[in-house]
């Protein structure tokens, strides 16, 4: 299994390097020389490449990263829309209350109070705090344009500890004590 780390969007200069939008919350995946893996569109198995040299571009958000082999713009352009991976077992050890955003995922949410479900993390959006987007499951009659025999809606729960208290990953729950009209 991969972890994408980023998606490589442009060509940077005449040199070879390449602008990356970043997929991780980990600024070493893009900054720090080593071994990566290229995943080009259309590909099904991602190729070992080596990153030379990273850097951030501050008012961009963007990374511009050297990799080997990659020597001039033509072949820099040739990589826009590959993805970098990363082993999934090449994951960073964490501070306590941090998480993998693929551990969140599919984890059932219930209100702490009633433990009724409220329903499953389907992803998490990043913002000023991370928002988790929970799939609520369809409730009373059902529309009579639905196209899915099953409509879903999704809300959006603020990510703190005041909001989110509690992540079990063992038992795969998450408790929430959401403030009145988060979930209505």
Known sequence: MWLEVGKIVAAQGLK???????????????LEPGQRWLLRPGAEEPESIELLS?????????????????????QAESLRDCRLLVPESDRPSLEEDEFHVLDLIGLEVFDQAT????????NVIS???DLLEVERPFEGAEPASSQSPHPRSTVLIPF????????????????ITPPAGLIE
């Not at 433990?115 to 389907?122: A, D, I, S, T």
């Not at 989110?164 to 795969?172: K, N, R, S, T």
Request: overall charge positive.
């Open 16 to 30: 070879g390097e390449v602008r990356v939008y970043s997929d991780s919350d980990f600024p070493e995946r893009l």
């Open 54 to 74: 990273g850097r951030f571009l501050t008012g961009k958000k963007l990374y511009v990263i050297r990799l080997a082999g990659i020597t001039d713009r033509t």
């Open 115 to 122: 433990q009724k479900r409220v329903g499953v993390v389907v």
């Open 127 to 129: 913002a000023g705090n």
């Open 160 to 175: 703190v500890k005041a909001i989110v208290p509690i992540v079990d990953l063992e038992q795969q729950r998450i408790e």
